[in-house]
């Protein structure tokens, strides 16, 4: 009696051990799911570089909502802010989106963007000419089915940095 006992624990025992033998000598990693990667939405950075257009800037700082309207004269733009869409290409005969000197407007109320400015006197507004940089997040979906600029969603603009030019 006692042997059969015995050998229905080792049974059991082997058959609880095989598959933990075959997940050991994979590495102990798991990969996922390789066939649906493809198809999910990450959030990229977004940065535009240029001149401030409009003289008096002054930025809603009261409400977290920032109503402010910034507008600037395009100098340099990250690749996904250039496939994007939101920027328009200025000079077609070449390849890739060519953005410097054109205009990009920040006019979202609904973006919760952090003002910071640099190098400014006290009591000193932001004038036209002055260097903006914006950044934030995109939405970008790796569907190869979707054209490029279609890939990307609207852009949460979180920090608008305002520096002095004198």
């Known amino acids: 009696m006692k042997t059969t006992r015995i050998t229905a624990v080792l049974a059991a025992a082997a058959v609880v051990a095989v598959p933990v033998a075959a997940d050991a000598h994979k590495g102990g990693r798991h990969h996922g799911n390789h066939g649906k990667h ?11 570089t240029g001149n401030l257009k409009q003289n008096g ?3 809603d700082t009261a409400d977290p909502g920032n109503q402010a309207v910034v507008e600037i004269t395009v100098k340099n733009a990250n690749k996904h802010a250039r496939r994007s869409g939101e920027l328009g290409d200025q000079n077609a005969s070449k ?15 609904d973006d919760f963007f952090r003002v910071v400015r640099s190098g400014y006197e006290p009591g000193e507004e932001p004038g036209e000419g002055d260097k903006v940089r914006i950044t934030g997040k995109i939405p970008y979906t790796r569907d190869k089915s979707l054209t490029v ?18």
Do not use: A, C, M
Not at 95 to 109: A, E, M, P
């Open 57 to 59: 800037f002054s930025p």
């Open 38 to 48: 493809g198809k999910h939405v990450v959030n990229k950075g977004f940065v535009v």
């Open 149 to 166: 600029s279609d890939r990307y969603g609207e852009p949460n603009i979180r920090r608008v940095k305002l520096v002095d030019s004198d």
């Open 95 to 109: 390849k890739g989106v060519q953005v410097r000197g054109g205009t990009y407007k920040l006019d979202n109320d």
